[in-house]
């Protein structure tokens, strides 16, 4: 079998490279050049746990090139951004592979398209421009079989998961699926191809609603006086009820967008959009928390941890930072951020001692596992403030180091804390405890008078 992926991103690429570590002979096609000669050359343009491996073990079968050639198989995994203007999705991605696949397409050859899109884009954009071939629906098989794994955990779950297939026909929807059983262990379901499309937006939505009403909680809670993070905990003991988390909003490529491709032709649906209100409003509502605590603290650095939209990746798009440093920016705040996963990121990333000495307020942002680790008492900074969106440091630990926290949704009265004099500094984390520091300075303002700091508390 060959097939020709077109789109080697996120999910193209692993799954390009799957098909060929399953025997396929696998052709990857991208319009960047950049990113062919990277995979040509032998490198990946991207990483994710377990890919170096998989690459090793499919580079005899996969080659990567700009332009499609005639297979077997073709399968589309392009963007399909949403129009930050009108909320409206971009297809020009899929029309462009659907053009390019066109001149190649044999009668018995089946196309795919993996990429996210409103519910009747397969019949009404992408099969009419597979027709330009000459080549009818029908001669041709076409499935949509939306992907469902998940950043950080992808080749797993590209392999575990279930999956959603959806066929023009019943001899597309077998076929594809003959396709996908080459690797992917996870059921198979059958489905028509509209119900597919519509199955992939629901998942996400119903995720994004989800986060939406944690993220109500929390506030509600903070207003309550309570701790939702323990309301949560609570919560969840009931059989058949599953708060998710709170944080300073949803980022990503999947969940921020597609519940807009669920609504953009509907005139009815509020809870779906409401739900992306309220967590696009997240980072606003950090920026208030950051607001009452650096209240009467002169020219305050922030310093932001964590730029990744989720924990543990690198990853950045759509993430909540990019909100949340404009929003500070404009506060009149000086912006500090660091992120041990990132490597490239439009505002300077700096090394975890560095953003944090001198500054007034550090700000969790992302639930990485390294910052579970950040020692307090190695923390040089001028005030000793931090926000943790994420609830997911040793609060206790932290206030005994003179720290003031406010978690995200705490609105239970604070322990008391002790503001006392810096401790000597040592590494942020244990692992770069062999790192030499320079003995700490002695704060060089006090910024919080004893009646300010019982407004925090
Ligand atoms: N988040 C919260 N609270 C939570 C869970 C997540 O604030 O309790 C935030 C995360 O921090 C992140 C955002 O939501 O900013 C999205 O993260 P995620 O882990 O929920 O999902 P994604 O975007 O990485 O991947 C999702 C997955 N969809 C579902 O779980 C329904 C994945 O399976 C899809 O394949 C992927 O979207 C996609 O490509 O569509």
Redesign the pocket.
């Known amino acids: 079998m060959k097939i020709c992926v077109l789109g080697l991103g996120y999910?193209g690429l692993p799954t390009a490279l799957l098909f060929a570590a399953h025997g396929a002979n696998v052709v990857g096609v991208d319009v960047k050049q950049s990113v062919v000669d990277c995979l040509n050359h032998g490198n990946l343009p991207f990483s994710e746990p377990g890919i170096e491996s998989l690459y090793r073990e499919a580079k005899d079968r996969f080659f990567a090139r700009t332009e499609p050639e005639a297979a077997d198989v073709f399968l589309i995994a392009v963007p399909t951004p949403l129009d930050p203007a009108t909320k409206v999705s971009d297809l020009s991605y899929i029309k462009n592979a659907a053009e390019m696949i066109a001149p190649h397409l044999r009668e018995g050859n089946l196309v795919i398209l993996e990429s996210?899109v409103p519910p009747g884009t397969s019949e009404r954009v992408v099969i009419p421009r597979l027709e330009k071939s000459g080549v009818a629906v029908g001669e041709f098989q076409y499935a949509h079989c939306?992907?469902?794994?998940?950043?950080?955990r992808t080749l797993q779950?590209m392999t575990g998961?279930s999956r959603i297939i959806g066929g023009y026909d019943r001899d597309s929807t077998d076929r594809a699926t003959a396709v996908y059983q080459t690797f992917v262990r996870g059921e198979i379901y059958q489905t028509d191809t509209r119900t597919a499309e519509f199955v992939?937006l629901m998942?996400?939505t119903?995720?994004?609603v989800?986060?939406a009403l944690?993220?109500e909680f929390a506030q509600l809670a903070e207003e309550c006086g309570i701790n939702v993070w323990e309301a949560i905990t609570l919560a969840n003991k009931h059989p058949r009820v599953t708060v998710?988390?709170?944080?300073?909003?949803?980022?990503?490529?999947?969940?921020?967008i597609?519940p807009w491709f669920l609504t953009e032709n509907s005139t009815r649906c509020r809870m779906v959009a409401t739900a992306r209100e309220v967590?696009d409003s997240m980072p606003n509502y950090v920026l208030h928390i950051a607001r009452s605590m650096l209240a009467g603290i002169r020219n305050p650095t922030i310093c932001i941890f964590g730029v990744a939209?989720?924990?543990n990746i690198g990853d950045t798009r759509e993430?909540?930072a990019f909100k949340f440093i404009q929003l500070a920016e404009n506060e009149g705040y000086t912006v500090r951020c660091h992120d041990p996963h990132v490597g490239e990121f439009p505002h300077p990333l700096m090394d975890a001692a560095d953003a944090v000495t001198g500054s007034d307020c550090l700000i969790i942002l992302?639930?990485h596992d390294r910052f579970r680790e950040i020692d307090p008492a190695g923390l040089r900074m001028r005030t000793k403030l931090a926000i943790d969106a994420r609830n997911i440091l040793d609060h206790q630990k932290w206030t005994e180091q003179g720290f003031v926290v406010r978690v995200l949704g705490d609105g239970s009265p604070m322990h008391p804390v002790t503001l006392a004099g810096l401790m000597p500094s040592v590494a942020l984390y244990p692992a770069d405890a062999t790192r030499s520091v320079a003995p700490p300075s002695p704060p060089s303002v006090s910024l919080l008078s004893p009646n300010e700091r019982e407004g925090y508390l």
């Open positions: 999910i996210t939306p992907e469902r794994a998940i950043p950080g779950e998961n992939k998942e996400n119903c995720r994004d989800n986060i944690a993220n998710l988390n709170p944080g300073p909003g949803v980022g990503g490529h999947c969940i921020a597609d967590n939209y989720k924990g993430s909540p992302t639930d």
